[in-house]
């Protein structure tokens, strides 16, 4: 009986297994799969927060960081309240500035002494811990490149500023400005390693001509150089990319000659910690989504 019993159950050979069963048996584990309860969001989150902070620590180290305008020395190229880009990953690759070019530099001895420093929040010092703005206590400038290593600059009273003996067409300084009426110079070769830096507004900007007694004498060390300004991008109306202009690409001007043997508001920039988050938390989400659709997709059937 117990043969027959077999034979009736089965109605095959031992060892053999019909198709229903195999489907049956493969359906009952998946759903058995699909039963179980799919990670809440609220588990994920921490894991998007996490990899959200990696990424705009990446970014604000290695590729671009916001900057905000908290003066009017650089007017009317850039406003005071303005959020500008800043390039940090061309220095990576050995990139120096160049003339024209509108940078962001470390304050090289001291320029912005007196200028109040804003007290951060609670917000900003957390962001400032973990890497994500740089502390308060940090002070950067903006400022034009007129000039680079080996260069000779001046400007005398009434005239314009000549590089390399070329004189400049600046149609970016305030109107109303001189180029140098305030603060005439040279002329003055620049060092090997260094930069010479004027505001745009230059009635009302204390750069490289007022710091000449300075340890720097006025110049910029090119490691002082957190990157260039290549974007406005806030508010959205002032939207603008910042090119180099023309008059630094006129022939002749990167003709150095020998080097000789013996050679009123500072523009102080804010880091704006917002950017660098924002591109962390995008990049973050794509990640998340596609792990989620990988676990969501191991247990559904296939």
């Not at 010479?196 to 002082?224: A, C, I, L």
């Not at 002032?238 to 990167?254: A, E, H, K, M, Y």
Request: charged letters at 25%; hydrophobic letters at 35%.
């Amino acid at each position: 009986m117990g043969d027959v019993a077999v034979g009736a159950r089965s109605g095959r050979d031992e060892g053999e297994e019909r198709p229903d069963d195999a489907v049956g048996h493969e359906t009952g584990e998946e759903d058995a799969e699909a039963g179980r309860p799919q990670r809440s969001f609220w588990k994920e989150l921490p894991l998007l927060i996490g990899i959200a902070l990696l990424l705009a620590l990446l970014i604000k180290t290695f590729l671009v960081q916001a900057f905000s305008i908290p003066s009017d020395s650089m007017q009317n190229t850039l406003q005071r309240g303005d959020r500008v880009l800043v390039d940090k990953l061309t220095p990576w690759f050995g990139s120096e500035p160049e003339r024209g070019e509108v940078v962001v530099f470390h304050d090289p001895a001291n320029w912005l002494a007196g200028e109040p420093t804003p007290e951060p929040n609670i917000a900003q010092q957390i962001l400032s811990k973990i890497g994500l703005m740089p502390s308060a206590d940090e002070k950067d400038l903006i400022k034009r490149t007129i000039a680079i290593g080996g260069d000779t600059v001046e400007c005398k009273k009434g005239g314009p500023v000549v590089v390399n003996g070329k004189a400049l067409d600046e149609p970016y300084i305030f109107p109303g400005n001189s180029a140098c009426d305030d603060f005439p110079f040279g002329p003055i070769t620049v060092p090997k390693g260094k930069i010479w830096v004027m505001g745009d507004h230059r009635q009302n900007s204390q750069d490289s001509r007022y710091h000449q007694q300075d340890s720097t004498q006025g110049f910029v060390p090119v490691k002082e150089v957190v990157g260039r300004a290549v974007v406005v991008a806030w508010p959205v109306t002032r939207w603008s990319t910042l090119p180099v202009p023309d008059t630094f690409d006129q022939p002749g001007i990167g003709k150095q000659p020998p080097a000789p043997l013996h050679s009123p508001q500072a523009s102080g920039v804010g880091p704006a910690g917002i950017a660098p988050a924002a591109l962390g938390l995008a990049g973050a989400v794509p990640v998340v989504l596609w792990r989620r659709r990988r676990l969501t997709k191991g247990r559904t059937a296939r």
